[in-house]
């Protein structure tokens, strides 16, 4: 198993951890941050496949909430917050970079949809992608067999990006389709 499928495999195990209630909000971000770091996987430069893509988009991912979350921690100065918000926006700049890469790379196969939130910062902007097809699914993890896939299976990625958002408007054939006239 390479490193990429190595971080696959834990980020799952996290999550459940999360999901189980066995690991807090805040240990979440620290140890997806601590797991990425010992493998020493930095970015790709160049996204030519949709491994690359999502490895990307978790690797700025975790490393943005991880710097918001170190930029809320009330220890530090305002100018060491500031310094890591700052240092939070340009990881998501990159997520979201990494994130218009993969839908190109899939030719946008896939769905979106605003996420319902409580934060008002967040409502209307926060944007759910869902990836459903096999033959990506099975690109990113060949481990699962293509019988495994039901319509349980799916990826979903978040971003709150306008960018993406009028890049995935552009693209919605089906929004074309319904309001044709006949």
Known sequence: MNKFER???????????YKMGDMTKHEFPQENFDYINKLDIKPFSRIDNIKKALYNYHYYNVNAK???W??????????????CFRQ???????????TLAL???IDFNAEA???????RNLKNKLIEIVIKDPDILLEIDPYNHISKFT???YLILHTKSTSVANVLKENRLTDDYINQKY
């Open 70 to 83: 170190v930029a809320k921690d009330p220890k530090n100065t305002p100018s060491e917050r500031n310094a």
């Open 7 to 17: 971080f696959l495999k834990h980020r799952q195990s996290l999550l459940l951890q």
């Open 103 to 105: 839908l190109r790379l």
């Open 151 to 153: 319509d349980n299976n």
């Open 88 to 98: 939070s926006l340009n990881y998501y700049y990159q997520k979201d970079r990494a």
């Open 66 to 68: 991880y710097w918001q």
């Open 113 to 119: 949809y605003y996420v319902n939130v409580k934060s």
